[in-house]
Nanobody, 128 residues
Framework: QVVLVESGGGSVQAGGSLRLSCDASRSTAIFSTNCMGWFRQAPGKEREGVATIRTIGGVLFYADSVKGRFTISQDDAKNTVYLQMNSLKPEDSAMYYC???????????????????WGQGTQVTVSS
């Protein structure tokens, strides 16, 4: 069982920063996952991959729209994955979801179908 709990969302002005956390410490099978990722979904839009990291191995992917501004990282001791978001823009506003994948092919461009486990989401709102 993989349980993911996001936190850290909120409302900020453009140019501000937020750090999202994905706590997987309640999971009994987190060792079975290969990738962790952050996705986001704005109203009326499809869920898109923002950043992914291999459970063992390092960062895999950043969406072009966030490169240089967002950083994904993990703390193995805490079973937590973070998304540091700097220089936020109004277009970053969305519900952000943490996800975990068991797929050996979870590298490359992240797709929703590759990820089996999802958190409940945390809202990020950036005002201009």
């Amino acid at each position: 069982q993989v349980v993911l709990v996001e936190s850290g969302g909120g409302s900020v002005q453009a140019g501000g920063s937020l750090r999202l956390s994905c706590d997987a410490s309640r999971s009994t099978a987190i060792f079975s996952t290969n990738c962790m990722g952050w996705f986001r979904q704005a109203p009326g839009k499809e869920r898109e991959g923002v950043a992914t990291i291999r459970t063992i191995g390092g960062v895999l992917f950043y969406a072009d729209s966030v490169k240089g501004r967002f950083t994904i990282s993990q703390d193995d001791a805490k079973n937590t994955v973070y998304l540091q978001m700097n220089s936020l823009k109004p277009e970053d506003s969305a519900m952000y979801y943490c996800a975990a994948s068991r797929s050996l092919g979870c590298g490359g461009i992240p797709t929703v179908s590759k990820y089996t486990y999802w958190g409940q989401g945390t809202q990020v709102t950036v005002s201009s």
